[in-house]
């Protein structure tokens, strides 16, 4: 698959001239952000950036309506969002990227540290799997520093009072699994 620049010079190629909104300025915008939503989902690298390039696809696909879209952000996230539970569904949790957990790991700790930390991380990835399919969402898209309560909220289709009850008991829910073992 091509690369996100690849897109981008593709994206800008075929823009319309009446369009006032340019899809490549989309790319540059939203692409990082993007990434670091359907990474969240997926935790695979490859994965991801083939789930980026097909937001921007369907941004090709709707290039002459960009102009109604109110909230160009959570228009794209939600894409970004759907796209990667569809490609989800399709990989089973022990297909994930192995090397997830130990990505996250610091490079400079030292070997035993850096062990600890990895299995940490695994329990709390695997806790994570059991969590109830919309606490997993809220928590997963709360992981994304950017995005705000009202922007999950309109990915998610839920309201925001919603979103920050569910954010609530995934959190607490998750922090007793953790620190019980994962029993709870």
Request: aromatic share 4%.
């Amino acid at each position: 698959m091509a690369s996100i620049e690849g897109c981008s010079l593709a994206l800008s190629s075929m823009e319309s001239t009446r369009s006032e909104i340019d899809p490549a300025a989309l790319v540059e915008i939203y692409s990082a952000l993007l990434y670091r939503v359907v990474h969240s989902v997926l935790r695979s690298r490859s994965e991801a950036e083939d789930v980026v390039q097909d937001v921007f696809v369907r941004v090709l696909e709707h290039r002459r309506s960009l102009e109604t879209v109110r909230n160009m952000r959570s228009w794209l996230v939600r894409i970004a969002w759907n796209l990667a539970l569809d490609r989800r569904r399709r990989i089973r949790p022990d297909q994930l990227d192995e090397n997830f957990a130990e990505s996250l790991v610091a490079l400079n700790a030292p070997a035993d540290e850096a062990l600890v930390s990895a299995r940490r991380m695994k329990a709390v990835l695997r806790e994570l799997e059991r969590l109830p399919k919309r606490e997993r969402d809220v928590l997963l898209l709360s992981v994304v520093e950017e995005l705000q309560t009202a922007e999950m909220a309109e990915v998610l289709g839920k309201s925001e009072s919603a979103v920050r009850a569910l954010l609530f008991r995934a959190r607490t829910r998750l922090r007793e699994r953790l620190d019980g073992g994962g029993t709870g």
